[in-house]
C-alpha cells in the first residue's frame, strides 16, 4: 500500500486565515500524493495576545507553538505565512515545500470606497506593520497611521465602528477569509513593496524527516517562489532585520530573469533606500537567488540601510 492508513496531521493557528490556508495546502497535498491530511489546530501566543506586533519583542511569536509541536512529534507537518517566519534556520526542522505564491500585493479597504489618492487629509489609516506605514508614510504623509491588531475581521470591524477611515492588509489574507470585496484599493509594487515573502505559504517539518517519510511533501513546492522568496528573506536576513523592521522586498520571475526589488523607509517616510537588482535564474536558482539577495542588501547597507533599520528598532 502506497498511501498510509493514518491521516497525516497538519499544524495550523487556529484564526480563519490559518486554517484556510492549511486547508488549501492539505487539499493540495492529497491532490498530488494521494496523502490523507489531518488539520491540528494550535494556540499561539501572537494569537492571545493584545500586545502590539512590534513590542512582542523579537519574531516568531506566530510560529512558536507549531514548531514545538513539530519538535515533540504532535504534529507531523505545518503551515506558516512565509512573513511571519524569522528567516533564521530553526535547529532540527526543514523548509519541505514552498508553495505557488498567492496575490503578494498589499490592500486597502478604505470606508465609501475610497481609493488611498482620495482618502482625504487627516484620514486615519489603521496597520500596525512598520513597514507598511513607513511606505505609506512616504507616499501620503498628510494622513494619520495609527497600530490596529486582531485578525482580518476585526480590523475591518473598525472601519464599520468609525475608529479608523482605512486599514491595510494583504491581498492574499483578505482572499483567504473570503473578504476580497472590502477590497478599495491595491497597492502595485512601484507605491509600496510587500513583506518578504507575502502571498508565499511554507511547509515546514523535522529535517530528519524531510527526505525520508515525508519526502512527498516535495510535490507542493514551487520552484520560482522558492528562488523568490529566497532572494527577499536573504535582503531581511542581511540587513539583520526582523519581521517587524520597515523593509519590503519583492522577487519575481519574468523571462528567465529573477527580478528583485527591496526598500528600507523611515518610520516617518522621510528617508529611504530603494534598490533592484536582477540575475538570470539558469543554473543553481538557489544559489543565485541568495547572492542577489546578498548584493542588493550589500548595495542598500552602502547607502545607509542598516542604519534606518536601527534607528526605526530603537523607536
Ligand atoms: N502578520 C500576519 C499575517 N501573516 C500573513 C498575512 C497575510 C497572508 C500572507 O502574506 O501570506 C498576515 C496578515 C496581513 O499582513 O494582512
Not at 500524493?33 to 523579537?58: F, K, N, P
Request: aromatic letters at 2%; a negative charge.
Amino acid at each position: 500500500m502506497t498511501v498510509s492508513d493514518r491521516p497525516a496531521r497538519l499544524g495550523t493557528r487556529r484564526s480563519p486565515m490559518a486554517t484556510s490556508q492549511s486547508q488549501a495546502v492539505a487539499d493540495a497535498i492529497t491532490d498530488r500524493t494521494g496523502t490523507r491530511v489531518e488539520l491540528e489546530l494550535i494556540t499561539s501566543y501572537g494569537d492571545v495576545t493584545q500586545a502590539r506586533l512590534t513590542q512582542l519583542g523579537g519574531t516568531g511569536v506566530f510560529v512558536n507553538s507549531l514548531r514545538e509541536q513539530l519538535l515533540s512529534g504532535g504534529i507531523d507537518f505545518a503551515v506558516h505565512s512565509l512573513k511571519d517566519l524569522p528567516t533564521a534556520p530553526a535547529d532540527g526542522l526543514a523548509i519541505a515545500a514552498i508553495t505557488d505564491r498567492d496575490d503578494p500585493r498589499d490592500a486597502l479597504c478604505a470606508r465609501d470606497g475610497r481609493k488611498f489618492s482620495d482618502l482625504p487629509p487627516g484620514a486615519v489609516v489603521g496597520t500596525g506593520s512598520p513597514r507598511r506605514v513607513a511606505q505609506l508614510a512616504a507616499l501620503r504623509p498628510d494622513l494619520t497611521y495609527v497600530p490596529i491588531r486582531g485578525n482580518a475581521g476585526t480590523r475591518l470591524g473598525r472601519i464599520a465602528e468609525g475608529e479608523v477611515d482605512a486599514v491595510v492588509l494583504a491581498y492574499a489574507g483578505l482572499a483567504r477569509v473570503g473578504r476580497l470585496d472590502d477590497v478599495t484599493d491595491v497597492f502595485e509594487p512601484e507605491q509600496m513593496l510587500p513583506a518578504p515573502g507575502q502571498g508565499a505559504l511554507a511547509v515546514e517539518c523535522l529535517a530528519s524527516r524531510a527526505d525520508g517519510d515525508l519526502a512527498y511533501l516535495a510535490a507542493v513546492d514551487h520552484a520560482a517562489t522558492r528562488a523568490a522568496v529566497t532572494a527577499e528573506r536573504t535582503v531581511l536576513a542581511e540587513l539583520e532585520a526582523g519581521c517587524a523592521a520597515p523593509v519590503g522586498a519583492y522577487a519575481e520571475v519574468h523571462d528567465g530573469r529573477l527580478r528583485l526589488r527591496a526598500a528600507v523607509v523611515a518610520p516617518d517616510g522621510s528617508e529611504a533606500v530603494r534598490r533592484e537588482r536582477s540575475v538570470g535564474t539558469g543554473g543553481d536558482a538557489a544559489a543565485a537567488a541568495s547572492s542577489l539577495g546578498r548584493e542588493l542588501a550589500r548595495e542598500m547597507i552602502g547607502e545607509g540601510a542598516d542604519r534606518i533599520v536601527a534607528d526605526a528598532a530603537e523607536e
